[in-house]
């Protein structure tokens, strides 16, 4: 369909000319542009040389030729990269890109992401979790595992069911990843309610899977100094899908959501919580330059300090004593988030003196 696409945007003389030579190239290797790429096999009389001059617009990501994936690496993993780029990168240049161009556009992607070495790794991985779950044998399949992204915490959450007889004979392993992940939220729930840090009895307010979360400031700043842990402000709305996914897919990891419960008391604003604020704590801001008289407008107002914006969505890491120790402007990814917990370790730690 794609190579049908090109051929009608090409020119007549182009489009002949083109046709004429993948005939004669596929005659002369016996081969079929509907052959499969996952078992290409060695080229035939014609170089890879060859190849290369050859305008990569006839060629179909989905059924390239015997001998194609050799030429460009013997790597499966190009294929869904020649798909994403195929687009893009030919229609820009049009007849002159070739064969060759995607290949050095490939290999200058796999220089700076691995992409091949992690398709590889991730092969080897789906073979791991393919494997019949041995309750016998759970250290040896547990390590197995851990090679492959599963963390200790995970990994103890999966030891439980096995150990608890939770299982079902002619599971997998993959189904028992799938069954931690059916009791994760539970697991994320029991974590929220016997560890959160917080002080005395003020109101705190339900945050993802059951972070216990102030949602006043000065409150959350006198338990950090109290406690000597960092407050982790997460700027929010209700209405804002950004944090409806922080809430329910980037905080659903065990691992991250242990330790920011363990290790930073959060505190989450809301930018459109119309709740009044007594009147002894309404005063003058300067984001708005007007009377704040809701926990929406002190949700700004505190965003407005350390941020410098008036919309979610955003996070800050704030030190005991107030001072910024990290912060990010929108949606924070998973590794902002394993940033402020590096951050957050240094809290209390002595500091070196200077030489």
């Known amino acids: 369909m794609l190579l049908k696409i090109y051929l009608l945007n090409m020119t007549r003389s182009v489009r002949k000319a083109l046709l004429a030579a993948l005939l004669i190239w596929s005659s002369v290797m016996g081969l079929t542009l509907h052959g499969t790429v996952v078992q290409a096999q060695t080229t035939g009389s014609i170089s890879c040389d060859s190849l290369f001059r050859m305008p990569f617009v006839g060629f179909n990501p989905d059924r390239l030729p015997d001998g194609f994936l050799d030429c460009m690496g013997g790597h499966a993993a190009d294929v ?14 049009g007849d002159n890109y070739t064969v060759g161009d995607m290949k050095r556009v490939l290999d200058s992607l796999d220089q700076a992401t691995q992409y091949r070495k992690t398709s590889i790794a991730m092969d080897a991985c789906r073979s791991v979790y393919r494997q019949p779950l041995r309750p016998e044998f759970w250290f040896e399949d547990s390590l197995a595992m851990n090679r492959c992204g599963a963390n200790p915490r995970m990994l103890n959450a999966m030891g439980n069911l096995v150990r608890t ?12 990843s799938a069954a931690y992940e059916k009791n994760l939220p539970d697991l994320l729930k029991q974590e929220g309610q016997n560890h959160s840090l917080h002080c005395g009895t003020v109101p705190i307010r339900p945050f993802s899977f059951g972070l216990k979360a102030y949602d006043n400031p000065v409150a959350a700043m006198a338990c950090a100094q109290n406690i000597d842990k960092p407050v982790f402000m997460v700027f929010a709305s209700w209405m804002n899908s950004m944090t409806r ?5 980037t905080l659903r990891e065990l691992d991250l959501f242990t330790r920011l419960n363990r290790e930073t008391l959060q505190l989450v604003l809301y930018a459109d919580d119309p709740t009044p604020l007594p009147p002894d704590q309404q005063y003058l801001g300067t984001a708005e330059d007007t009377l704040i008289t809701t926990q929406g407008a002190l949700a700004v107002e505190w965003a407005y300090r350390y941020l410098q914006i008036k919309h979610p969505p955003g996070i800050v890491l704030l030190h005991p004593d107030g001072s910024l120790l990290y912060s990010k402007i929108g949606e924070p990814t998973r590794d902002d988030l394993f940033i402020v917990l590096e951050l957050a370790q240094k809290v209390g730690m002595p500091v070196e003196p200077k030489k």
């Open 80 to 93: 869904p990269m020649m798909k994403k780029w195929a687009l893009l990168l030919s229609s820009n240049q």
């Open 165 to 176: 007889g939770k299982t079902e004979p002619g599971w997998t392993l993959g189904a028992l």
């Open 245 to 249: 996914r922080t809430e329910d897919l």
